[in-house]
């Protein structure tokens, strides 16, 4: 009877071949690509010696075959972890990235556990944010909207499977196009990558995420010049915005709010010292001069 593959050695095989085609990563890819190969547990090659199969080895080999693409492993394995939750991700949906967790946590420093938050996500691509926020914000309701129909309806499984299905809704439609009423807190992730620099990306970015989602015009800013004057009528007095940026971008952005007239604008870095992230308060507001009280965000009335 034949001998049965090594799984180490199966593993320093693969982890050679992507470190030689210049990949990052190469042993932490080659593992997860194993373990989705062959059906094992998360790092059962440490752990024992599992099973190795044909058809383990063919689906690897497909795997490798994609990698050394340089596609990322998130989208072989259709996957991508984010704020400690699983995200299924499609070709209609941006990868999620950990600096985006800065937007997210800047969201819950400034507004109460408890609070009936109305919560407006625009451009959701894969729900993380909006998800990622009403798992912390457990009396939370909240809208995702995007452009792309597949994304819109990737935004919902993952809202189902995650246990946020019931206090979610999501809808196609061009940002403030889509949008009724008024809400709490409105983030968004939009596209603000210049088009200049699209040769300049890494291929996992360039050639795997979708271009929809990563281009903001000639200069990156097209959506945040929208943003600035639209959605003054879209965020009850007080309201909370949370935008993502890109890391030059800060004192732009800040610059394109303030001459809108809101209220007490921010940048804040991500966990690398870069600018990430813009927050400020709705200019309707009459409860403030300057510079809003904390945790004052859910506390007001209903849609006005």
Known sequence: MPKSPDPQDIWRQATRRLTEAGLDGARRDAR????????????????????????????????????????PVSRILGVRDFWSLPFRISPATLDPRPDSE?????????????????????GTGSGCLL???????????????????????????NAVSLGVGARSAFAVGDWTGAVQGRFDVILS????????????????????????ALFGGADGLAPYRQFAVALQAHLVPGGLLALEIGWDQGAAVQGLLQQA?????????????????????SPQSLLFSEHPPEKTVGKLGGCV
């Not at 990306?201 to 360039?206: E, F, G, P, S, Y």
């Not at 007239?261 to 308060?281: E, F, K, S, T």
């Open 32 to 71: 997860l690509l194993l373990e989705a190969a062959f059906g094992w547990p998360p790092h059962a090659l440490t752990l024992g010696t599992p099973a190795v199969s044909g058809e383990g080895l063919a689906r690897l080999e497909a795997f490798l075959a994609r990698r050394l693409e340089h596609e």
């Open 102 to 122: 800065t937007l997210v946590q800047a969201v819950l420093d400034r507004t109460e556990k408890d609070a009936a938050l109305r919560l407006l996500d625009l």
């Open 131 to 157: 998800i990622a926020l009403l798992t912390e914000r457990p009396h939370a309701w909240g809208v995702g909207i995007d452009r792309a129909t597949d994304a819109a309806q990737m935004a919902k499984h």
């Open 189 to 212: 992730n939009p596209p603000y990558i210049p088009l200049a620099d699209r040769e300049g990306l890494a291929r996992d970015v360039r050639d795997y995420d979708p271009a929809l």
């Open 261 to 281: 007239g809101w209220h007490a604008v921010a940048c804040l870095p991500d966990l690398a010292g870069r600018d990430r992230v813009i927050v400020a308060y």
